[in-house]
């Protein structure tokens, strides 16, 4: 597995900007990390920002928001097809619940270089109708993140990369885990949603 992905988290909405990480080295204090909604309150089909800078050494952390999301990395080329390569992302599908709303689902990655990186949810056409984003786009010329939108809205097809041991970690909500490494936490499992004892 590549060192830079981290599987996903449980943490309480207050503490997120400080993520608590399971498996692998995490963000410590004084390193940046850097928010990505996935989606909103209003359920709304969209990455805010949909765009970032990410400096070499930073974090990028997504933070799911109702209903069932994922982030998947492309290629520009490619929108809303997953990438062929063993360093790419993939969340797996974070389901939530407005029933969350204490504590919330995140999943970092590291940042070792500034190359763009594209990434889209791989839920039903939630990439065509704009579910998409980027990290270190080019703010201008052919290859923005409006440019990338644009491509995606085209896609016949939208694909769900096969489950990596991250991803499968971050589906299962890290039950196991959690319940060691964040005292407190339950998951209710009727609704799939997690909620603070």
């Not at 989606?39 to 949909?50: I, K, T």
Request: hydrophobic residues 40%.
């Amino acid at each position: 597995m590549n060192p830079s992905l981290r599987g996903g988290s449980i943490f309480k909405r207050q503490d997120a900007q400080q993520p608590q990480q399971q498996g692998g080295t995490s963000a410590g204090p004084g390193d940046r990390v850097i928010v990505v909604q996935v989606s909103n309150q209003d359920n709304a089909l969209a990455f805010f920002p949909d765009s970032v800078q990410a400096p070499v050494g930073s974090f990028v952390q997504f933070q799911f928001h109702p209903n069932n999301h994922s982030v998947v990395e492309s290629t520009f080329d490619a929108p809303c097809q997953p990438i062929n390569s063993k360093d790419a992302f993939f969340s797996g599908f974070m389901p939530t619940s407005v029933a969350a709303s204490n504590s919330i689902l995140a999943f970092t990655i590291k940042i070792t270089d500034d190359r763009p990186r594209w990434f889209y949810c791989s839920q039903g056409k939630h990439c065509q109708k704009g579910m998409v984003g980027a990290i270190n786009a080019p703010p201008s010329g052919d290859q923005t993140v409006d440019a990338f939108k644009a491509l995606a809205a085209k896609q016949p097809e939208n694909t769900t990369p096969p489950p990596t041991a991250a991803a499968e970690q971050a589906a299962r909500g890290l039950a196991a885990r959690s319940r060691v490494a964040l005292a407190g936490l339950a998951l209710a499992v009727g609704s799939v949603a997690f909620a603070l004892l």
